[in-house]
């Protein structure tokens, strides 16, 4: 046990729930369910092409505030249904409102969750730190069998801000009664987890897979691996 720390804030998406491989599942069925998108769209993977890039710049707009939910989540489908003839934001948001659905049911986790979080319970208070909304987020947790883990849920929804503005770290330290500098947050982005905890001087654990390089710091800790936490905790 690492005595320095009391509190561990973590990430959710692509942290512990494997977002990459549930997200990726559900617009496959999405695409195979639909119709309109299997005619405009010769295959899966040349609408998931035209969905991912424009998805990601939308939850980049969502998290600087430049855009609000309901933009994001009617946006991120018209793009792609426009091409195929359909400029309705109801219907996007109705496929939206499918396709969260769908993905709460998933339950693929990132190598290790479970046996971290086992690992990690006698010893600290765990809590998820998320950007995501909440009737989701709470599906993922329970579906997933993560819910046991953690205290508490934190979202950006609570916060009426998103990672990684410093506001909503402080919301979480005041709303789980938990000291700044015995909190460490663990999460894979850097600019929302990494970046933003540093702002709020609280220490970062960065969950790094793909080696990605660090931008104008070192965080507190870096791991390649959920398993390497645990020479770390």
């Given amino acids: 046990m690492n005595h320095r720390y009391k509190s561990l804030f973590f990430d959710l998406d692509d942290t512990l729930w494997d977002t990459w491989r549930n997200n990726r599942e559900c617009l496959e069925e999405i695409y195979c369910d639909y119709p309109p998108l299997r005619r405009h769209y010769d295959s899966f993977e040349?609408?998931?092409?035209?969905?991912?890039p424009n998805n990601l710049i939308l939850w980049a707009k969502y998290r600087s505030q430049e855009i609000d939910r309901r933009t994001l989540i009617?946006?991120?489908?018209?793009?792609?249904?426009?091409?195929?003839?359909?400029?309705?934001?109801?219907?996007?948001?109705?496929?939206?409102?499918?396709?969260?659905?769908?993905?709460?049911r998933k339950t693929a986790l990132v190598p290790k969750a479970i046996d971290?979080?086992?690992?990690?319970?006698?010893?600290?208070?765990?809590?998820?730190?998320?950007?995501?909304f909440r009737e989701i987020q709470s599906m993922k947790l329970q579906n997933s069998g993560l819910a046991p883990y953690f205290e508490r849920m934190i979202l950006s929804e609570d916060a009426n801000i998103q990672k990684p503005h410093?506001?909503?770290?402080?919301?979480?330290?005041?709303?789980t009664n938990s000291r700044r500098h015995a909190s460490?947050?663990?999460?894979?982005?850097?600019d929302a987890d990494i970046a933003g905890a540093s702002r709020a001087g609280i220490d970062?654990?960065?969950?790094?897979?793909?080696?990605?390089?660090?931008h104008g710091f070192a965080p507190t800790y870096e791991v390649c691996s959920l398993e390497e936490i645990k020479r770390v905790l």
């Fill in 46 to 52: 040349t609408f998931y092409d035209a969905y991912m």
């Fill in 74 to 104: 009617a946006e991120r489908f018209l793009h792609v249904l426009r091409p195929a003839g359909i400029d309705d934001p109801d219907a996007a948001v109705r496929l939206n409102s499918d396709y969260l659905q769908r993905t709460g």
């Fill in 116 to 132: 971290l979080l086992k690992y990690l319970q006698p010893f600290y208070r765990m809590f998820i730190l998320s950007n995501g």
């Fill in 166 to 175: 410093k506001a909503i770290f402080d919301f979480a330290l005041k709303n």
């Fill in 184 to 190: 460490l947050m663990i999460g894979d982005s850097w």
């Fill in 204 to 214: 970062q654990l960065w969950f790094n897979p793909g080696r990605l390089p660090s």
